[in-house]
C-alpha cells in the first residue's frame, strides 16, 4: 500500500527516538541538584504514549514528505514532552487533583515529596524552553524557531493549558455547561496538541494557510482525544492506563459523558475526528496518510 512502517512499529521506534533525546536533554556538566534531576527524570521516563512528541516528528515528515530535519523536530518534540509532562507531575499534587498513580506509577509528589514536585514541574517548564529555541542548532531556521517558542508560550500558557487547568479547576457539576466544558477541553487539552502539529508543519516549511488548517485539525483532535480520555475514566482498564479509573466522578469533574451521556460522548468523538481529518486534508500536506493513521489509532486507544 503506501509502503510505510506499520503505526505500531512507527510508534515504538518513534517513542524510543524520543526518549533517547529526553535522557540527554538535561547536560551532565550543568550543576543541577542531584534529586531535582531525579525527580525530573522519574516522571519523563516513565513511560506515557508520546503522542505529543510523535506528533511533532509526524507533522514534519507530511510537511516535508520525507524525515530530513529530524534533528531539529527532535528537539521541539521534547519540548512539548516536557511541557506535558511538567502538567501532569503538577495535575497529580493534593492542591490539585490529588492522585497517586500516574503511568503505572506511584506520582511524583508521592516519591519526592509535594515541595520536590512542584519544583521538578517548574524545572521542566523552563527547560522545555531551552530544547524548543536549541532547535535552532540542530538546523531549523532562526525565525521559524521563534515562531515556534512563541505558540509554545501562547499554547501552554494562561490563555492555553493553564487557562484551561484553571478552568477546569472552577468547574461544578450542576452548573458548568456545554461552551465552558468545551474551554476547557479546547485549552487543558487541544492546545499542546495544537502546538505540536504547527510546530512539526512549521518545521517541516509549511505556508500559513496550511499552518491554520492544522490548528483546526489539532484543536478538533484534541477534543476527540479529551472525550476518549473521560470514556475512558470511566469504562477503561486500570492496568492499561496506569492510573485509577472514576477519579472524575470522585472528584465530582464536569466531561462529555456526563453532560451529555456515553452514546453522544461517542457521537462526538466520531464526528471531532472526521472533523480532525478533514481539515488535515484540506491543508494539502505532501504526505499527510501518518496523520490520518494516529488520528484513527487515538480515537480507538485504550490507555
Ligand atoms: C493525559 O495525556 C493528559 C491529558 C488528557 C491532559 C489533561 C490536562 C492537564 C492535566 C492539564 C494540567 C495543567 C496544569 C497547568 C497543571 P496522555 O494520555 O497523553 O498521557 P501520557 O503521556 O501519560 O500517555
Ligand atoms: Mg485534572
Known sequence: MSGQPMLATYLAENAALIEAELKRSLPEVWAVPPRLRESMDYSLSAGGKRLRPVLVLAAAEAARGGE???????????AVEMIH????????????????????????????????????????????????ASARRYGADAGVVLDIV????????????????????????????????QYIHEHKTSDL??????????????????????????????????????????????????????????????TYPYLVGMEESRRLLAQFTDDAKQALLEARLPKPERLVELADYLMNRDR
Open 150 to 181: 512563541e505558540d509554545l508560550s501562547r499554547l501552554s500558557g494562561p490563555a492555553g493549558m493553564v487557562g484551561g487547568q484553571a478552568a477546569d479547576m472552577q468547574g461544578e457539576q450542576g452548573a458548568t455547561a456545554l461552551p465552558e466544558l
Open 68 to 78: 530530513s530535519d529530524r534533528e531539529a523536530a527532535l528537539r521541539v518534540a521534547c
Open 85 to 132: 509532562t511538567y502538567s501532569l507531575i503538577h495535575d497529580d499534587l493534593p492542591a490539585m487533583d490529588n492522585d497517586d498513580f500516574r503511568r503505572g506509577k506511584p506520582t511524583n509528589h508521592r516519591v519526592f515529596g509535594e515541595a520536590m514536585a512542584i519544583l521538578a514541574g517548574d524545572g521542566l517548564l523552563t527547560h522545555a524552553f531551552h530544547m524548543a
Open 193 to 254: 496538541i495544537i502546538f505540536s502539529v504547527t510546530a512539526g508543519v512549521r518545521l517541516g516549511g509549511a505556508r500559513a494557510e496550511q499552518l491554520a488548517r492544522l490548528e483546526q485539525f489539532g484543536r478538533k483532535l484534541g477534543l476527540a482525544f479529551q472525550i476518549q480520555d473521560d470514556i475512558l475514566d470511566l469504562i477503561g482498564d486500570e492496568s492499561k492506563l496506569g492510573k485509577k479509573t472514576n477519579s472524575d466522578t470522585a472528584a465530582g469533574k464536569v
